[in-house]
Every structure is written in structure tokens, then in C-alpha cells.
């Protein structure tokens, strides 16, 4: 791999290695970088600002820190993107909306301080939802970005610019927030993986969320960069002893719920196929039953709409216009619910995360389906309650219980738009579902397929 | 359930002095009643009262 365009190609864990033996530079990497944004980004539509004066700059001091032998570590140097909800210091954050405009923070989110101690450079920040909302509207500030694997369709949100940034190879990882899927959704929409960790396991705050659901997580081309990156964001060495193979894992799958939502027939044929991979790989698949799943999905949306509003209604009091016509609907639907609303979901929540505790004790972790829907679009169109947790049945639920959740690619549709895998671990339990998510990527071929991008070079 | 019109959302939006247009409060109307009719369910399916003091559902174990 020694043309400058196929350095879009590499991971996080191959350019770390690259720039750690001398092999590539930060500059040269970031240059690479800023080239394809600038080629691909009118048609992909991923990136609010590229901080390209910035990240070369910032390139330029990883280069001379690394030949002074002040090697950081596997990010050093890597260029990371942002979802633009979260802070950075001293770029522009708008979290798509007028509302926040040219706003640039005095200080980074925690997240971004641990990505840039650790050597990362800020890249670039990457499209969303106004306000992270789920649903893609062209009546955001900045208009949807575009699946890259198929250009007539949106990607799923919010995180949607990180999982196509990333996917487009545009960057090769990228952090996104999520309140009920908004990282799974658009890594399994884009093919690449997503990370929600456990709750409060990554300090969330500076990122627009609400905070009782929500965490940052990375989105990535493998599981071994997620790995990386949760290293980074949470302390700790999640990427050693990930080649280890499970022993005998138990895999439990709640097939009353994945029945129930009814999914997209070609979701669930890639669903049973990747379940057989599970299987062939020696992991014993158990059926279990976990009350109330679908209810913890709703409840999770009772919980984001109330706290969206709470965050939100100085602003929709004062500068209501300033919100895209939909998104200012969204964040309005909290102020009609009550105290008693807000306290039975979250008492849903506390059920529900006792019955999956319960059965975690019994199986290493859950496999589910992402999303039911193919495409952003099909999840918009299906009416499936999308401001209650139908579109997120598979996702929302474990916002609420606060277990972490790895979302791998796991198939491909007729139409070639990437179909996901969900793997559900234990409270804490990281590192061993890394291990498991990084098993499965390795028996399957998913993960080194690209989208076909040639066509929207022509395009842009 | 109960139904929500839209002019009782209008009256409330109005008491919560949101500036929301006839078109929006149509738009939103179906969004709200969803909401509501979910917390509804989850309210009678999580009792968590005085009348129910002692009586919270513990959770069983469907797994084995």
C-alpha cells in the first residue's frame, strides 16, 4: 500500500504501526485525508468543518514528537473526526443548527481531550441530525450526508456524517453519541462497526445529549480500532488479548422480540447466517426471554424526549424559529409529558436492566438484529412509532439498562447496503465483547468490503 | 386512551409559551399522542403509587 490514495484504506491499529515504524507520516497521512474530503464530501455530504489548517498543524507537532522518541501510542497522529454535537476547542461546533451557529467552544469534551492526549489530531466535524435527533430531515441546517454504498439513500442517524466519514475512508474513525442507536444504526446502515459503551463508562458531558441515556462511542472500520479508541476514552487496554478466541462463549438470543418487530426479510436472513458463523466458531447459541424489551425501547424515548425538551426549552421559548422546522417539533414533544411519564420509563428501565442482568449471568452476551429497516428512508416511511423506539426496538432498549452494545458488520442486502450485527455484554463487560465482536468480523468477510465510491468521485 | 385535539395541544404549547404555528400543532399532534399513549402503558405497567407501596414487581428470571 504505498499510493497516497490508498492510505483511506488503513485502520487505526495498521497507520499507528505505519507511523510508529517511520513507514508514513502525520502530515502526509492527513494530507491524503484532507484530499479525499475535499474530493468527496460535495456528493457524501458528511463534514461540517475540516479543520484542515489545524490538523496539519497538529500533524506537524506529532511528526517532530515522534522522532524525538515521544511516541504516544497507537493514536498518535491518527486523524480522528467528531460528531459537530460534541466540543472541540477552538473549532466551530453547530450540532447542525442555527441555533448554535458559529458557536466555538472554549475547551473539548472530555471525550476530545482523551482522543488529543492520547495523540489523536481533531480532523474534521462530521454531519448529523439537528441536535442528534434519529430521524434525517432536509430541513437541517446541512442536509443529510448520503450512504455511501448507495447514493440515492440517506445514512441512518444521527451519528450518520461519523459512520460515512469513516466508511467513505474519509477518516478512519470517528466518534459519534447515542441516545437510543444513533452510533449502531449508521455503522450497521455504512458497514463499518459502532460501540455504545456502558453508561458513564466515557465521560459524555460537553457532547448535546441527554444525559441519563446517552454516551459517546467510536465508530470504526474494526474491532480492534474501537478497541483502541475505547483505551483512549476510557483508560485502560482493551485491545490486548483481543485475538484470544472466546472459550465456549453462550450467546443468548431474545427471539420472541427480534420476532416481534417484524424486521426486513434480509435482515433476518443475515441475522440466522450470522448467528451460524456464532456457532461454527464453537459458541453455544441459547434462546432466552427477557420481559419487556420493547417497552424499555419506548421507555427510552420517553426519556429522551423529556430530557430533550429540558435541555432544550430555554432556547425553543426564545428562538424557536431558529430551529429546522422538524427538528423544533422533535424537541417540543417532552414538554407535554408529565413527572409520572418521566419516572415510569425510567423505573421501565430499572425492570428491564435487572431481567438482562439476570440473563447475563446465564449467557456471555445477546446477538440481535440493529435496525429492522434497510435504509433511512424505509425506517422514516414505516410510521413504526418512530418517535417511541419502533425504529429502535433492537437499540433503545439497552440505552435505558446501560449495557454496552457492539455493532459489527454481519451481511449485505440485494442492493448491496451493509446489514448489522448486535452483540449485548455486561455492565462493564468491554472487553470481553470486543472479543467477541473481533471473532466474528474475523470468520466473515464484511468488514473488508468499501463502497464504491469511483462514481461519486465522477459526481463531485 | 385519551384523545388529545388540536386545540387543547394548542392551549397547552400556549401555557408553556411555545410559539407553535396551526400547521406545526397539526404536525405535532400525532407525535404527541403517540408519546402519551406509550407513557400511558408504561405508567399502568410500572405502579409505583402510594396505593401500591410494598407491591413493586420484582423481576423473574425467563432465562432458564
Same mark, same amino acid.
Given at each position: 500500500?504505498? &499510493?497516497?490514495?490508498?492510505?483511506? =484504506?488503513?485502520?487505526?491499529?495498521?497507520?499507528?504501526?505505519?507511523?510508529?515504524?517511520?513507514?508514513? /507520516?502525520?502530515?502526509?497521512?492527513?494530507?491524503?485525508?484532507?484530499?479525499?474530503?475535499? *474530493?468527496?464530501?460535495?456528493?457524501?455530504?458528511?463534514?461540517?468543518?475540516?479543520?484542515?489548517?489545524?490538523?496539519?498543524?497538529?500533524?506537524?507537532?506529532?511528526?517532530?514528537?515522534?522522532?524525538?522518541?515521544?511516541?504516544?501510542?497507537?493514536?498518535?497522529?491518527?486523524?480522528?473526526?467528531?460528531?459537530? %454535537?460534541?466540543?472541540?476547542?477552538?473549532?466551530?461546533?453547530?450540532?447542525?443548527? &442555527?441555533?448554535?451557529?458559529?458557536?466555538?467552544?472554549?475547551?473539548?469534551?472530555?471525550?476530545?481531550?482523551? =482522543? *488529543?492526549?492520547?495523540?489523536?489530531?481533531?480532523?474534521?466535524?462530521?454531519?448529523?441530525?439537528?441536535?442528534?435527533?434519529?430521524?434525517?430531515?432536509?430541513?437541517?441546517?446541512?442536509?443529510?450526508?448520503?450512504?455511501?454504498?448507495?447514493?440515492?439513500?440517506?445514512?441512518?442517524?444521527?451519528?450518520?456524517?461519523?459512520?460515512?466519514?469513516?466508511?467513505?475512508?474519509?477518516?478512519?474513525?470517528? !466518534?459519534?453519541?447515542?441516545?437510543?442507536?444513533?452510533?449502531?444504526?449508521?455503522?450497521?446502515? %455504512?458497514?463499518?462497526?459502532?460501540?455504545?459503551?456502558?453508561?458513564?463508562?466515557?465521560?459524555?458531558?460537553?457532547?448535546?445529549?441527554?444525559?441519563?441515556?446517552?454516551?459517546?462511542?467510536?465508530?470504526?472500520?474494526?474491532?480492534?480500532?474501537?478497541?483502541?479508541? !475505547?483505551?483512549?476514552?476510557?483508560?485502560?487496554?482493551?485491545?490486548?488479548? =483481543?485475538?484470544?478466541?472466546?472459550?465456549?462463549?453462550?450467546?443468548?438470543?431474545?427471539?420472541?422480540?427480534?420476532?416481534?418487530?417484524?424486521?426486513?426479510?434480509?435482515?433476518?436472513?443475515?441475522?440466522?447466517?450470522?448467528?451460524?458463523?456464532?456457532?461454527?466458531?464453537?459458541?453455544?447459541?441459547?434462546?432466552?426471554?427477557?420481559?419487556?424489551?420493547?417497552?424499555?425501547?419506548?421507555?427510552?424515548?420517553?426519556?429522551?424526549?423529556?430530557?430533550?425538551?429540558?435541555?432544550?426549552?430555554?432556547?425553543?421559548?426564545?428562538?424557536?424559529?431558529?430551529?429546522?422546522?422538524?427538528?423544533?417539533?422533535?424537541?417540543?414533544?417532552?414538554?407535554?409529558?408529565?413527572?409520572?411519564?418521566?419516572?415510569?420509563?425510567? *423505573?421501565?428501565?430499572?425492570?428491564?436492566?435487572? *431481567?438482562?442482568?439476570?440473563?447475563?449471568?446465564?449467557?456471555?452476551?445477546?446477538?440481535?438484529?440493529?435496525?429492522?429497516?434497510? /435504509?433511512?428512508?424505509?425506517?422514516?416511511?414505516?410510521?413504526?412509532?418512530?418517535?417511541?423506539?419502533?425504529?429502535?426496538?433492537?437499540?433503545?432498549?439497552?440505552?435505558?439498562?446501560?449495557?454496552?452494545?457492539?455493532?459489527?458488520?454481519?451481511? @449485505?442486502?440485494?442492493?448491496?447496503?451493509?446489514?448489522?450485527?448486535?452483540?449485548?455484554?455486561?455492565?462493564?463487560?468491554?472487553?470481553?465483547?470486543? &472479543?467477541?465482536?473481533?471473532?466474528?468480523?474475523?470468520?466473515?468477510?464484511?468488514?473488508? @468490503?468499501?463502497?464504491?465510491?469511483?462514481?461519486?468521485?465522477?459526481?463531485? | 386512551?385519551?384523545?388529545?385535539?388540536?386545540?387543547?395541544?394548542?392551549?397547552?404549547?400556549?401555557?408553556?409559551?411555545?410559539?407553535?404555528?396551526?400547521?406545526?400543532?397539526?404536525?405535532?399532534?400525532?407525535?404527541?399522542?403517540?408519546?402519551?399513549?406509550?407513557?400511558?402503558?408504561? &405508567?399502568?405497567?410500572?405502579?409505583?403509587?402510594?396505593?401500591?407501596?410494598?407491591?413493586?414487581?420484582?423481576?423473574?428470571?425467563?432465562?432458564?
Amino acid at each position: 500500500m504505498s &499510493r497516497a490514495e490508498d492510505l483511506h =484504506l488503513l485502520t487505526v491499529a495498521a497507520a499507528g504501526r505505519r507511523i510508529h515504524d517511520g513507514s508514513l /507520516t502525520p502530515t502526509s497521512y492527513v494530507e491524503a485525508l484532507i484530499e479525499r474530503v475535499r *474530493r468527496l464530501d460535495p456528493v457524501l455530504r458528511c463534514t461540517i468543518t475540516l479543520a484542515a489548517e489545524a490538523a496539519l498543524a497538529a500533524a506537524n507537532l506529532a511528526e517532530s514528537e515522534i522522532r524525538r522518541g515521544g511516541w504516544k501510542g497507537p493514536l498518535h497522529g491518527i486523524p480522528i473526526g467528531v460528531k459537530d %454535537c460534541i466540543a472541540t476547542e477552538g473549532l466551530r461546533t453547530s450540532a447542525n443548527s &442555527r441555533v448554535l451557529g458559529d458557536w466555538v467552544p472554549a475547551q473539548d469534551a472530555p471525550a476530545v481531550a482523551a =482522543l *488529543r492526549a492520547a495523540g489523536a489530531i481533531v480532523f474534521a466535524k462530521l454531519n448529523l441530525n439537528e441536535f442528534a435527533w434519529s430521524i434525517p430531515s432536509e430541513d437541517d441546517l446541512h442536509a443529510p450526508p448520503r450512504n455511501p454504498w448507495s447514493l440515492d439513500h440517506y445514512a441512518m442517524g444521527s451519528s450518520s456524517g461519523s459512520a460515512v466519514a469513516v466508511a467513505s475512508g474519509l477518516c478512519p474513525a470517528a !466518534l459519534g453519541t447515542d441516545a437510543g442507536g444513533s452510533v449502531r444504526q449508521p455503522a450497521s446502515n %455504512c458497514g463499518v462497526v459502532g460501540l455504545k459503551p456502558t453508561h458513564r463508562l466515557v465521560d459524555a458531558s460537553g457532547a448535546f445529549a441527554a444525559p441519563s441515556i446517552c454516551e459517546v462511542g467510536p465508530i470504526t472500520r474494526s474491532v480492534e480500532d474501537a478497541a483502541l479508541l !475505547l483505551g483512549a476514552l476510557a483508560g485502560g487496554s482493551y485491545a490486548e488479548n =483481543l485475538g484470544w478466541p472466546p472459550k465456549r462463549a453462550r450467546i443468548g438470543v431474545p427471539s420472541r422480540h427480534i420476532d416481534l418487530a417484524q424486521a426486513d426479510p434480509q435482515i433476518g436472513s443475515a441475522f440466522a447466517e450470522s448467528i451460524r458463523v456464532l456457532r461454527q466458531l464453537g459458541m453455544e447459541i441459547v434462546e432466552v426471554e427477557i420481559e419487556g424489551l420493547a417497552d424499555a425501547a419506548a421507555a427510552d424515548f420517553i426519556v429522551l424526549n423529556a430530557e430533550a425538551f429540558a435541555a432544550h426549552e430555554t432556547k425553543l421559548r426564545t428562538r424557536i424559529a431558529d430551529y429546522g422546522p422538524s427538528a423544533r417539533l422533535y424537541h417540543t414533544q417532552g414538554a407535554f409529558l408529565s413527572a409520572a411519564d418521566y419516572i415510569a420509563a425510567l *423505573r421501565t428501565g430499572e425492570s428491564v436492566q435487572a *431481567r438482562v442482568d439476570e440473563t447475563l449471568a446465564h449467557v456471555d452476551a445477546l446477538a440481535t438484529p440493529v435496525v429492522p429497516f434497510l /435504509t433511512a428512508e424505509a425506517a422514516r416511511a414505516a410510521k413504526a412509532q418512530p418517535h417511541t423506539g419502533g425504529g429502535a426496538v433492537f437499540t433503545a432498549p439497552f440505552n435505558l439498562t446501560g449495557h454496552p452494545a457492539l455493532v459489527v458488520p454481519g451481511g @449485505m442486502s440485494a442492493e448491496r447496503i451493509p446489514i448489522g450485527l448486535q452483540l449485548v455484554g455486561r455492565a462493564g463487560g468491554e472487553a470481553d465483547l470486543l &472479543r467477541l465482536g473481533h471473532a466474528f468480523e474475523q470468520a466473515t468477510p464484511w468488514h473488508t @468490503m468499501h463502497p464504491p465510491l469511483d462514481a461519486a468521485a465522477a459526481l463531485g | 386512551m385519551n384523545r388529545l385535539s388540536a386545540a387543547r395541544l394548542g392551549e397547552m404549547a400556549s401555557g408553556l409559551q411555545l410559539e407553535l404555528g396551526d400547521d406545526e400543532l397539526t404536525r405535532l399532534l400525532p407525535m404527541v399522542q403517540d408519546l402519551l399513549d406509550v407513557a400511558q402503558i408504561l &405508567r399502568q405497567k410500572q405502579p409505583g403509587g402510594i396505593d401500591h407501596m410494598g407491591q413493586r414487581e420484582r423481576p423473574t428470571d425467563k432465562s432458564r
